[in-house]
T-cell receptor
Framework: NAGVTQTPKFRVLKTGQSMTLLCAQD?????MYWYRQDPGMGLRLIHY???????AKGEVPDGYNVSRLKKQNFLLGLESAAPSQTSVYFC????????????FGPGTRLTVL | KQEVTQIPAALSVPEGENLVLNCSFT??????LQWFRQDPGKGLTSLLL?????REQTSGRLNASLDKSSGRSTLYIAASQPGDSATYLC???????????FGTGTRLTVIP
């Protein structure tokens, strides 16, 4: 049981490049989330999904897109990376929002030059 | 908007000491509160989840309490060990929201 996994672990991009971060969970969770963590800002929600085929915006969605084609996978895309998107990105999942704890992946450290 | 505060930002204690970490939140209407541990360069590990109807939860040397009316939670760590050194984060979910609202954490160092 791997829990929540994320690929890649590290990435360096140039401004304007694009990339996709992959999150996978093997716990059959309905809910999945993408957060970013910045020094002094805490973790903030980018996008989330309440089930296969659904996505919704979080607190800081601008510059990102997501897709959830399969229940176990949640993809985060950056179409045109900007230095302001330099951050550590965490994926999380849970059975429900209200009653169950969220489980986090190990994170992806992204640097945009 | 829900704001979550953790004070102090950093704490150092000698090994074996019992300690308390604090978390406060501005909106008492929450579904639950979750405590996490984060090691440097790593992801978040869930420690305890307290539902809004509960007063406390225990796991091993950890005990978390919740006082919704005052907007406060504490994480008590008994007999601290160097392996407890990490950043501890608290987070809440409130009705109508779909995400955890996080504090900025307390960085704990347990000195051998």
């Amino acid at each position: 049981n791997a829990g929540v996994t994320q690929t890649p672990k590290f990435r360096v991009l140039k401004t304007g490049q694009s990339m996709t971060l992959l999150c996978a969970q093997d716990m059959n969770h309905e809910y999945m989330y993408w957060y970013r963590q910045d020094p002094g800002m805490g973790l903030r929600l980018i996008h989330y999904s309440v089930g296969e085929g659904t996505t919704a915006k979080g607190e800081v969605p601008d510059g990102y897109n997501v897709s959830r084609l399969k229940k176990q996978n949640f993809l985060l895309g950056l179409e045109s990376a900007a230095p302001s998107q330099t951050s550590v990105y965490f994926c999380a999942s849970s059975y429900s929002i209200r009653y169950n704890e969220q489980f986090f992946g190990p994170g992806t450290r992204l640097t945009v030059l | 908007k829900q704001e979550v505060t953790q004070i102090p930002a950093a704490l150092s204690v000698p090994e074996g000491e019992n300690l308390v970490l604090n978390c406060s939140f501005t909106d008492s209407a929450i579904y639950n509160l979750q405590w996490f541990r984060q090691d440097p360069g790593k992801g978040l590990t869930s420690l305890l989840l307290i539902q809004s109807s509960q007063r406390e939860q225990t796991s091993g040397r950890l005990n978390a309490s919740l006082d919704k009316s005052s907007g406060r939670s504490t994480l008590y760590i008994a007999a601290s060990q160097p392996g407890d050194s990490a950043t501890y984060l608290c987070a809440v979910i409130r009705p109508g929201a779909n995400n955890l609202f996080f504090g900025t954490g307390t960085r704990l160092t347990v000195i051998p």
